[in-house]
């Protein structure tokens, strides 16, 4: 049976396909691997490249209720024969990967990996970016623990296919599409101002659109200090009772735990401003080439932020630190270098520290937003 | 929560997830109009049995985003152990293309002792219901009659923590959502935007 059946589609209403990671690789993924039949077709094969993503929706479409997310099957397709790297372009442009890929545990046991990938249009390396975002979605490919993951079998590490799910992303901030693209303190502020309570309802839980502007720009200021003189910046931003933020306190006594998980909360730029530093491996090479396009970076966020933001009160960084550590650079001679360092970055230790501060942080500080929820 | 999927006969990952046009137009109103449902028609009438949010387990149908049931409109939402307190204004939860067919209300349930739970309840009503469509088929039917102006459509839900399964709308681990890390990632991808044009 297919999904539509003389024309009916066989999904009743108010049924969404929302399956979860595990539902997706271990039932879905695996059957396809297997050859198996899967019951509606609900997920459809997909040439990528032939694919642009606004024409994943009609493609992808399941049922007749409205979706934020599609799904398909790909193969994978080698960019060349001998090598690992995967094709992704399609004639609009290309799926580029971003990030490290995350593991998929399923009862504490690895069952497979998830890579982001981003939309640009245009061909590499001059795509604009887009809000397409893709999760793809392999199974385990035995690498380390191999009597981990024997239930998955070899054949799968062979086979190109893997499950994809895709979707716009929210929450925008296109920092660098155009100077006046305000950053996203600006769209915060404005989702946040249409505030009507069905909305703030219908996200809790989801995304941290419903913030009040205040709890926004605190979030932002503090990523936005530097803090250059110590060994990992990051880790040693000012507490939340710091006597230089007395607006905070009141803010954060009352922060509830639990409020949303948070994903859109930050500047994270800011963030990877203190993992480089902290990191000794890369001083070396990398380290000043870093610092002068991140300081501009930084200092442009800055200034964005500057004529967004109305409450600068509280802002008591002045631009000034910004400028300190250009000096030592001349930054323009080796951004080759720092484009392949950019990508190391991902690798170092010391994400993983990040992750977790980012994490603790953001869920203590999304939370104080909303009056009514606390 | 909320496998219900079985009854309809869908494979894994389909949740009853309706959004509030859906309940309006597909439930709520085929109910009033004793019209058939499709899948899911065991949405429960509890009528106006006051169960507390936690015992709704057995009794309302578990969507992937809260526990639903019918019920009907009452001044005072009081069960055993709480009562229900409206949240601010209705809203509009569902409108054709020029009139407005559903209401939506908000709630949240307070303990008896006045300390605020993290249930929240969506009650939806009809609004200008026809009568014409309502009243014809319910009496030669013979069903009981459900005077459609009190009839409502709940969805109940806690808000956050608790066990996932328990939580509504809590789904950002499923991956239609950025992690923070990934909003990290994307930035970092920048650079290379920006380093690109000056080279």
Known sequence: MSLSVNGQSQVPPGFRFHPTEEELLHYYL??????????????????LNKLEPWDIQERCKIGSTPQNDWYFFSHKDKKYPTGTRTNRATTAGFWKATGRDKVIYSNFKRIGMRKTLVFYRGRAPHGQKSDWIMHEYRLDDNTADTNVSNSIGEATQEDGWVVCRVFKKKNHHKTNDSPNNSSKTTQMLNSSSDGALDQILQYMGR????????????????????NYDTINGFMQLPALESPTLPSYSNECNHLDQEMCSSQDCYQPIHVITDTTQSNPGYHNETDLNDWG???????SHLNVQAETTKQLA???VPTLPYGTSTQEVDDDLHFPQLRSSSTRLYYTSQDYSSEIDLWNFTRSSSSSSDPLYK | MGDNSNAVNLPPGFQFYPNDE???????HRKAAC????????????????YDPWDLEDKALAGGNGWYFFSRRVKDRVTANGYWIPLGEESVAASGTSKKVGMKKYLAFYTGDGVETNWIMHEFRLLNFSSSSSTRPS????????????????????????????????????????????????SLDDLDEISLPSR
């Open chain 1, 30 to 47: 695996k059957k396809k691997v297997a050859y198996e039949k899967i019951d509606l077709d609900v997920i459809r094969d997909v040439d």
């Open chain 1, 207 to 226: 995304s941290c659109k419903q913030e009040s502007e205040t709890v926004n720009n605190v979030t932002n200021m503090r990523f936005l200090r530097p």
């Open chain 1, 293 to 299: 396009t991140l300081d501009r970076l930084v200092a």
């Open chain 1, 314 to 316: 509280c802002l008591n």
């Open chain 2, 22 to 28: 859906e309940l309006v137009v597909h439930f709520l």
């Open chain 2, 35 to 50: 019209l058939p449902i499709r899948h899911p028609n065991n949405i429960p009438d509890l009528d106006i049995s006051p």
């Open chain 2, 139 to 186: 009496k030669s039917r013979g069903t009981p009659k459900i005077d459609p102006r009190r009839l409502v459509l709940c969805r109940i839900f806690e808000k956050y923590g608790g066990s996932k399964g328990s939580g509504a709308c809590n789904d950002d681990e499923d991956g239609t959502e950025l992690s923070c890390l990934d909003e990290v990632f994307l």
